[in-house]
């Protein structure tokens, strides 16, 4: 189905709104979706002025760019790159970013706030209606660099990010698996804290055990951004590595937002740190849970900073890895947020060429949410549970949510949640079985007193 004209969005997203999504991970009468092409090159800011620049007389040149209205041009080649603060900060005031595609086509992103991380870094917000509902736009602005997750009409997004040499590139979105692996990860993504294994005859017993929540007060869980050398020379600067670290944090922190959750996610430092390439990202949880490696405390980087979780940014490891990032399941196999230890408070994310959800993923794992149930059930039926019995996200044929790998379906930036508006009009979980968001708002409290 083409996406060539905006009638034709209108019916294609109707079409999906009309829909119910969920069924126990089915989806009913589900309308086929065709991928638009993704597009792979540079981002030129630009204006539509352009042209009305070069005809009109000089005197009325500055005001009519001064008007315009932003546009960001996404190109097939190597063309040039305007991108910078100054024509976000438009983009704020005007309430509209214009994004014209190779082809032609484009789409408005309508601009909600932006948001300052400290360091020089702030991120500009906004929201795209696609085939999948409403989506977030994040762009993050450091001093010498730029990243950002850009939805796409058809609900995929492209990825925004400064290279080595100053580049800005723009590329289709990555997800949970690394760029050439098919299919779900072999090994998990997670690690069952020691203590966390029960009876699963004892979990299903428990499954519809009611659990109330009345307080639905925001909760701040303070982050500490630590990267790597890696990610350093990556970017080409200590400067563009922290601003792709505020980056993630900021798009986790939209996830909590548009998912309805209580937590309020706060960048408190970012810091470089020296783990070694070679290992994987299980082994880098363990260095990190250690406390201590080297000369590096990282306690005391957490007690300094009052950091409640500790995240390590860096590219995918030297060593054969196929997953993006590693974190501790807490509260695993339903044990809630009793006797949580804020040694499990860090997770490992991968960037290059892993997506930008997926620190947002690992910390949901930090928060008690699981994957999707046919991804947490092994081969003989054990069943590894989040911090409740409905602490799992939703996977179908069309979409995953944050704590699924989506495959080539389309990855939303939501946990799942029942209620008919918790993915933008529709619901996208079951009520009592899958709603990630519920288990997070009770995990929460807890997670934000690691430090108090």
Known sequence: MALSAP??????????????????????????????????????????????????????????????????????????????AAMARR??????????????????VKIERQETHGGGHWSLVGRVQTVAGSQSMVLTFGPNAVFGQLPMPDGHAMQIETEGNGMVTVAPARNLVPRGQQGRPGTPDYRVPPGGEFDTEYFKAMADHPIRLDDRSQVRIDVLGLYSPELVALRGSVAAAETQVAHLIAVANQTHRDSGTRVRLHMVGAQEVAIPATLTNAEALDVLTSGTFDDIDFEAMRDKTSADLAAFIRPTPDAKDDTCGASWLNGANQQGDVDLDPRHGYVVANVAPCG?????????????????????????????????????????????????????????????????????????????????????????????????
């Open 7 to 84: 009638a034709d969005l209108a019916k294609m997203r109707a079409a999906v709104g009309s829909q119910r999504w969920v069924s126990m991970g089915m989806v009913k009468g589900a309308a086929a979706c065709t991928l638009v092409a993704a597009v792979v090159g540079l981002a030129v800011w630009n204006s539509h002025a352009e042209h009305a620049r070069e005809s009109a007389p000089a005197s009325l040149q500055s005001s009519v760019i001064e008007d315009a209205v932003p546009t960001l041009r996404l190109g097939e080649g190597g063309q040039g790159i305007q991108l910078d």
């Open 91 to 108: 983009a704020l005031r005007d309430g509209t970013l214009d994004v014209v595609l190779a082809d032609g086509s484009s789409y408005p």
């Open 356 to 452: 930008a959800y997926v620190l947002a993923h690992e910390l949901g794992h930090a928060m008690g949410a699981a994957h999707d149930i046919a991804a947490q059930t092994a081969p003989d039926g054990t069943v590894t549970y989040g911090a409740f019995a409905f602490s799992f996200d939703l996977r179908t044929p069309m979409f995953g949510t944050l704590m699924t790998d989506p495959g080539n379906g389309i990855w939303l930036g939501r946990f799942s949640g029942p209620a008919p508006t918790a993915c933008d009009g529709a619901p996208c979980g079951v009520a009592g079985r899958i709603d990630n968001a519920r288990g997070i708002d009770f995990m929460a409290p807890a997670i934000s007193r690691f430090r108090e």
